[in-house]
Structures are given as structure tokens and as C-alpha cells.
């Protein structure tokens, strides 16, 4: 009772935290709470046994990421523009998705129940459980599903990540381009303050 | 106390109403990542919250545990939510550096005034579309 009350109080956490970074208007500080959003994410991930996941999200999600975007925002600007007036559009279609998500949440297994087909699967969960330590040899289930079982999905994601790299490198560049040799951004800068003034 | 239990994947599916309605509705795109970055954890708390049991404990066998009878949460939703959380960092370098290139040529980041300069180009130019990224600057002027 007490997991699920301190799980409770960090997830209301975090949904104050999203609402933050929808309202402020300051791109850096929007930066800084999505790293404190996933400094909580890595709590609340090891109330829930899922310790791999915490170190994880903590060392990815609320490192790397946070250095990426600090990164952006040195490279661009660190204020967003205000915008004029509210979108309900967009409102109105994520109060529907949300509505129709929340009626999907009612047929679900409750949180914690050992005995739904996800938690109960004699040929994935069980069988990683108690085979595991005899066909594999690690103590940490996690480690083993990842590098043995399903390890060519482990290389995908590899894959994945040495394609994001080139593609990253090769947008970039590994020298800086100087931006005031442009002659086009003049013709542009003055673009968007004729827009500013309208 | 059915819907306690059902506590968690509501809280998922706000953390994942406000990620989208940044994408939607936010025109700067430093902040549209950013969303995106929300969506993608919402749907880590319903994997992991899925695969939790009960009075269980992290799925790692221990000598001193293993004379009791000892539950062990799912680790398949951990392996997969460990995958995703390094793919979902690979997408938002990829998209951070995508838009450090839009504004070196736009000197932008807003969606609308992007398209703002891609209208005026468009009119000035006789209907030919985009600003080209690739040439160099004077032969496209």
C-alpha cells in the first residue's frame, strides 16, 4: 500500500511537471524540467522493480537527452515566440484521444496483478523466470532477455542508433558553418519582421 | 478500489494527452521534441506498470532469496522499454539536429514564420517551391 501511495505522489509529480513545460514560455527552463521529469521517471521506475529501466532513464533520459537539447538551444534561440491566441482545436482533439484512452484503461488488468496473461505467459514471463538461470547463467533476468534471447532486437536497436549518429554527423557537420556569410538570412530576418509587425 | 488499480494508466494517459497537445499546438519545434519526449515516457510507465506483480521484487535471482518462495515482477516489458528509451534518444538527436539546420537557413524556429518565408519565396519566385538547403547561397538567389 505504501509502493502504490509513493507511486501515486510522483506520478501527480510529473503531471505538474508536464503542465509546466506546457505553459512556460522560456525554452531553457523547459529543458531543465524535462530533466527533472526524468529524474522522477527513474524513481518511480524503481518503486516498480524495474531497476535496469531506472538506470537507464536516468543516465539516458535525464543526461544525454538534457545535453542534446542544451546543445539545440545553444545553437538556435532560447526563447519561444508568444504565440497569439489559444488553439482549442487541438484542445478539443486531445480531450477525445484522452477520453477514448481512459475508456480503453477499463478493461485492463489492475496495476500489480500477478495473474494476467501478460505477467502469467508459460512461454515469455514464466519461462524467462524459471528457465533462465539454467539456459543463460546471469542472476539479472533483464540482462539475459536482452543479450540472449532477444538479442537480434538488441542489435537492431544498435542499428538504430549507428544510423542516428551518421545521420546527425552528416546534417551537422563536424566544423560550425559561420551564419553571417549568408546573404539570404538578411533577406529573411527582414521576412519575419515585416511578419512581426502585421 | 478496481479503479485505484486503474490509477496509473490515467496518469499515462494525461502525461500523453500533454506530449501530444504540445506537438500539435506548439509552433515553436525545440518544444515540439520536447513533447514528443513526454508521449514517449507516458507509454514506458504503461509498459513497465503492466509487467509489475504484487509483492513481487526486480527480476534478479539472489542466493539468500532463492530458499523462499520469491515473486518477480515481468522482465519483458523492461527488456522492451530498455530498447525504446535508447531508440526514442537516437529520433531526438536526429530530429534536434534537423532543426539546427532549418534555422541556419531560416533563422527560425517557429512553424509559422518558417512558412511564412516559404510563402513570401513562393510568390516572389513564380511558384517554385522550398528554399533550397543544399546549394549554395548565391545561386539560389
Same mark, same amino acid.
Given at each position: ?13 510529473? *503531471? /505538474? ?11 531553457? /527552463?523547459? *529543458? ?27 543516465? *539516458? ?83 539475459? /532477455? ?53 | ?28 519545434? *525545440? ?55 535508447? /531508440? ?54
Amino acid at each position: 500500500m505504501t509502493e502504490q501511495l509513493v507511486i501515486m505522489v510522483l506520478l501527480s509529480f510529473l *503531471v /505538474v511537471i508536464a503542465f509546466g513545460i506546457i505553459l512556460l514560455k522560456d525554452l531553457l /527552463v523547459a *529543458v531543465i524540467l524535462s530533466g527533472i521529469y526524468s529524474l522522477t521517471a527513474a524513481a518511480i521506475f524503481v518503486v516498480m522493480d524495474a531497476v535496469d529501466v531506472a538506470f537507464t532513464e536516468a543516465a *539516458v533520459g535525464a543526461g544525454v537527452s538534457t545535453i542534446f537539447l542544451l546543445g539545440a538551444l545553444t545553437l538556435t534561440r532560447r526563447q519561444q515566440k508568444q504565440q497569439k491566441h489559444n488553439n482549442y482545436f487541438a484542445l478539443l482533439v486531445v480531450t477525445l484521444t484522452g477520453a477514448l484512452l481512459i475508456y480503453g484503461t477499463l478493461d485492463l488488468p489492475g496495476y500489480g496483478d500477478g495473474q494476467s496473461i501478460a505477467n502469467q505467459h508459460p512461454q515469455l514471463a514464466q519461462h524467462f523466470l524459471q528457465k533462465s538461470e539454467d539456459e543463460i547463467g546471469i542472476p539479472n533476468v533483464v540482462t539475459s /532477455v536482452l543479450a540472449s534471447y532477444r538479442g537480434y532486437d538488441t542489435l537492431g536497436e544498435t542499428v538504430v542508433v549507428f544510423t542516428a549518429a551518421i545521420g546527425v554527423l552528416s546534417l551537422l557537420g563536424l566544423r560550425r558553418r559561420k551564419r553571417e556569410e549568408d546573404p539570404e538570412l538578411d533577406a529573411k530576418r527582414q521576412c519575419r519582421q515585416q511578419n512581426e509587425e502585421v | 478500489m478496481k479503479y485505484l488499480a486503474l490509477y496509473n494508466y490515467w496518469i499515462v494517459v494525461i502525461i500523453m494527452m500533454a506530449g501530444f497537445y504540445i506537438m500539435i499546438a506548439r509552433h515553436n519545434l *525545440v518544444k515540439k521534441i520536447i513533447g514528443l519526449g513526454l508521449f514517449q515516457t507516458g507509454i514506458f510507465y504503461f509498459y513497465v506498470s503492466l509487467g509489475k506483480v504484487d509483492g513481487g521484487t526486480a527480476p534478479i535471482f539472489v542466493e539468500s532469496l532463492e530458499a523462499q518462495a520469491t515473486v518477480y515482477s515481468n522482465p519483458l516489458p523492461h527488456v522492451l522499454i530498455l530498447t525504446a528509451i535508447v /531508440v526514442g534518444v537516437a529520433t531526438m538527436a536526429m530530429g534536434l539536429a534537423l532543426i539546427v539546420r532549418i534555422y541556419e537557413k531560416y533563422d527560425s524556429i517557429e512553424e509559422d514564420e518558417i512558412k511564412a518565408i516559404e510563402r513570401q519565396h513562393w510568390q516572389e519566385n513564380n511558384g517554385e517551391f522550398g528554399i533550397s538547403l543544399t546549394a549554395p547561397p548565391t545561386a539560389s538567389s
